[in-house]
């Protein structure tokens, strides 16, 4: 059984079939070139702003880069097969203190992004900002939204959908771990 595609050579395979080099996507996202680079050759995992950036840049749907097989409806993610789907052996996933399991792959007529992600208390703060809308449940511990100018606490079975042009950060409070459920819109 061969391997799925990994997430970095799906982007470069993408950029290559537009014919862009990684400096001209680098200059269509504002992202650096170097940070495209590490991406394409499996060093980081991106954030879901950084992939949403490429995504639009390379006109495909967020989760483009995902998918491995189509799926008939329903799509069933059980809890025990999902954890084999976050990116832990990802260096920059540990060191950015997220991880990503998204639990949408395979459905290839999606219109929203959904995903399960786990919070380290070290996570990094980087404010993200991105066409659409997002929507969050916490499952555990305590997570603090920064939306805008204003900082929210959620515990677990709160919930926030907000417009997500607004400049935002969803991080792990208190100095312990969190995780979420996180539907994303972008409009393509």
């Known amino acids: 059984m061969t391997q799925p595609a990994s997430l970095g050579s799906r982007i470069r395979s993408f950029r290559e079939r537009l014919e862009l080099t990684p400096a001209d996507l680098a200059r269509q996202t504002g992202l650096a070139e170097s940070l495209i680079l590490s991406i394409e050759m499996d060093e980081v995992y991106p954030s879901i702003g ?32 999902r954890e084999g789907d976050i990116p832990s052996h990802k260096p920059s996933s540990q060191s950015a203190g997220y991880s990503y399991a998204p639990l949408g792959r395979g459905k290839t007529d999606r219109h929203i992004e959904p995903f399960y992600i786990e919070i380290a208390p070290d996570s990094k703060e980087v404010l993200s900002s991105h066409e659409g809308e997002e929507f969050i449940v916490v499952v555990s511990g305590v997570v603090e939204l920064t939306y805008g100018d204003a900082r929210y606490i959620l515990n677990p079975g709160d ?17 312990k771990p969190a995780a979420i459920y996180a539907v994303i819109f972008i409009p393509f």
């Open 50 to 81: 950084t992939m949403t950036r490429l995504a639009r840049a390379l006109g495909q749907r967020l989760g483009t880069f995902m998918d491995d097989n189509f799926v008939p409806d329903p799509l069933i993610v059980r809890a025990s097969s």
């Open 159 to 175: 919930s926030a959908h907000y417009n997500s042009v607004v400049h935002h950060l969803v991080k792990a409070h208190g100095g």
